[in-house]
């Protein structure tokens, strides 16, 4: 079995687990209960929709006593004024924001990225904060001084077969491609262990798009959907 084929093996494995079930059985959007959107996820925190679309046909996932309320919501398109409401209301998270955004995946990566960074297995005291909730390996790079974090990358271990990476760079150290090597690295490390790499955007986010790109995480036109509630 090749690389790019196990690749694609365990991301089918994985959606089948994130979402509910995979790939679309048809185009059109399709909602599916799912006891998982009742747990808690990655973070602790319970996120009662998540959804991904391929570009013809998109699974959402909710708690099983929310689909049919959820699949009238959505009779009107993932566009609707007003839908994040409803869909918070039916969810009982309060008013909230439905979001689409970019969702890739890699089979290989990048080879002119050298590997950056220090790995950590697990949140030590001289990471930045907002590594802290991630429940997977975390990268980091310091500045010349050994001591001062500038950029990061965690690792969100959904399932066995998929690992979301997320990338912050401090403002300082934007511009010198530390986004980019530390995405490579951590790519690298979960391709050889075996799950599926995936990296998340907002369609408006253009450098982190950039960075994908660069790494080997392409557009093929997929979408990951959520519900964000509003504070």
Not at 12 to 38: E, F, N, T
Not at 89 to 104: C, K
Not at 166 to 195: I, K, Y
Not at 213 to 224: K, L, N, Q, Y
Request: no cysteine; net charge negative; glycine share 12%.
């Amino acid at each position: 079995m090749t690389t790019a084929h196990a690749t694609d093996v365990a991301l089918r494995r994985h959606l089948r687990s994130w979402v509910g079930g995979w790939p679309p059985p048809s185009p059109g959007i399709h909602v599916v209960g799912d006891p998982a959107r009742l747990e808690p996820t990655w973070d602790g925190a319970r996120r009662p929709l998540q959804g991904v679309g391929d570009g013809t046909g998109t699974v959402l996932a909710v708690p099983p006593d929310s689909v049919e309320r959820v699949r009238a919501a959505l009779s009107g398109g993932l566009d609707r004024p007003g839908l994040g409401d409803e869909l918070g209301e039916i969810l009982a998270v309060g008013p909230s924001s439905f979001g689409t955004g970019v969702f890739r995946t890699a089979v290989h990566v990048a080879d002119d990225l050298d590997d950056v960074g220090e790995w950590f297995e697990e949140f030590d005291e001289r990471l930045p904060e907002w590594l802290r909730p991630f429940n997977g390996p975390l990268l980091v790079a310091f500045d010349d001084d050994g001591v001062t974090p500038i950029a990061g990358v965690g690792i969100k271990v959904h399932d066995r077969y998929g690992q979301e990476l997320a990338v912050v760079t401090e403002e300082a150290a934007r511009g010198r491609g530390l986004a980019r090597g530390l995405v490579a690295t951590a790519a690298r490390r979960t391709l050889a262990e075996g799950p599926a790499p995936t990296y998340l955007h907002e369609r408006s986010n253009a450098a982190s798009a950039r960075v994908a790109e660069a790494v080997g995480f392409h557009d093929r036109g997929w979408t990951v959907h959520g519900l964000w509630p509003r504070r």
